[in-house]
C-alpha cells in the first residue's frame, strides 16, 4: 500500500510543481517577452513530465495487479484447501453413518425402536 501511495503523492508532487512554475511565471515581474521566452521553455518540456507521469502510473498500476493476482492466488489456495477439508470432513460423517446400525442410531438419539 505504500507503493500505491508513494506513486500518487510523486504524481500530486509533479503537477503542484508545474502548476505552481506556470502561476510564478505569470506573476513574475518580467517583460511580456521574457515571460513567454520562459514560458516556452517550460512548454517544451511538458511532453518529457507527461511521459514521466505516465511511467510512474503505469509502474504502480503493475504493482498494484501484480499484488492483487498474488493476493487473488493465496485466497483461491485456501478456498479449495477449504473446500476439500470440508469434502473430506462430509465423507468421514457420510461412511460412519452408513456403518452405523438402526439401533445404534436409537441408542444415540434415546428413542426405543419397538415404538417405530
Not at 511565471?25 to 518580467?30: D, I, N, S
Not at 456403518?99 to 439401533?103: L, R, S, V
Given at each position: 500500500m505504500s507503493d500505491q501511495n508513494d506513486?500518487?503523492?510523486?504524481?500530486?508532487?509533479?503537477i503542484g510543481g508545474a502548476i505552481g512554475a506556470i502561476a510564478a511565471?505569470?506573476?513574475?515581474?518580467?517583460s511580456g517577452k521574457d515571460t513567454r521566452k520562459v514560458l516556452k521553455k517550460s512548454l517544451d518540456t511538458l511532453p518529457d513530465l507527461a511521459e514521466e507521469l505516465t511511467e510512474t502510473f503505469q509502474s504502480q498500476a503493475d504493482q498494484l495487479s501484480d499484488t492483487a493476482r498474488r493476493n487473488w492466488e493465496g485466497t483461491l489456495q485456501r478456498l479449495q484447501e477449504a473446500i476439500a477439508a470440508g469434502v473430506e470432513a462430509s465423507q468421514a460423517e457420510s461412511d460412519r453413518l452408513e456403518?452405523?446400525?438402526?439401533?445404534d442410531i436409537y441408542a444415540a438419539q434415546d428413542i426405543d425402536p419397538s415404538q417405530n
Open positions: 506513486g500518487a503523492f510523486l504524481g500530486g508532487l509533479l511565471l505569470l506573476y513574475a515581474p518580467r456403518k452405523a446400525t438402526d439401533e
